[in-house]
């Protein structure tokens, strides 16, 4: 349980530094390709652990004992 809840974090601030790099910052126009692949597999992997974990919590904490 401990790691899903670590996995949902990590998701979550990814998430958040490739949201943060994208609205507030030139990184998407001035870096070139580079800035927009950056926050593409930023927000990519925040995503790619945040889904998962949140179906793990809600299937743990749904389910009958």
Request: proline share 3%; hydrophobic share 65%; glycine share 10%.
């Amino acid at each position: 349980m401990r790691w899903m809840l670590f996995l949902l974090f990590v998701g979550s601030v990814l998430l958040g530094i490739g949201l943060f790099l994208l609205w507030f910052t030139p990184a998407a126009t001035e870096w070139g390709i580079e800035g927009i692949a950056l926050v593409v597999i930023l927000i990519t992997m925040g995503v790619f652990l945040l889904v998962p974990a949140k179906v793990y919590i809600i299937l743990k904490f749904t389910k009958k004992t």
